[in-house]
């Protein structure tokens, strides 16, 4: 009567620790997989928020925008929303900068010549300033020029980079 009873307890006894060891190697396993997932997660939002997007295509877009609406703006003969559009281009730039020292963004090409990339895009953007500047004072011919110079820019840093 005392053994099995002793027995029975041991059993218990022997259960109630592995069910606690089962209990903590799954908790293990749950944390472990949370931990996983959560990591996963947190990587997620970054690609699902702007699907296909990344800070330099953000850019490119509005500088297509920025510069689509060049030849109406001539024909019209007020220049100055040019520049409107342009000062957007600029804080996307600033973004674009940021994603590329921060290891956010690597072109799709030459991705481990990052030092060249920032300086195209420097000198890009001193050319978009000059166009900026000849919008602002409403200067079709310096417009013109600059605007120019700009569309050679393009292919530039797509020839390297894209
Ligand atoms: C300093 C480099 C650089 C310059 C200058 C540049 N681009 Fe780009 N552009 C890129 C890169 C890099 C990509 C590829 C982005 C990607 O897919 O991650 C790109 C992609 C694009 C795209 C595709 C965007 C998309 O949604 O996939 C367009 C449109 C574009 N550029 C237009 C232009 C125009 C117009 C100019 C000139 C007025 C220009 N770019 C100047 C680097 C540049």
New binding site residues.
Partial sequence: MKLPETFHFLRLGWWMTHMAAIGAIAALGFHFGSAHSGHGAEHKPAVAAAP???A??????L??RA?GGGAAHFASGDLRPIEHALHEVHAARERTTEAIRSGG?R???NGDQLER?LE??KD?HTQLEALAGAAARNDPKEAGAALGR??Q??????A???
């Fill in positions: 296909g997007s990344n330099v295509r953000d850019e490119m877009r500088l297509e510069l963004y072109p799709p090409r990339f195209l895009d890009f700009v569309m820019g393009c292919q530039g840093c797509h390297e980079y894209r």
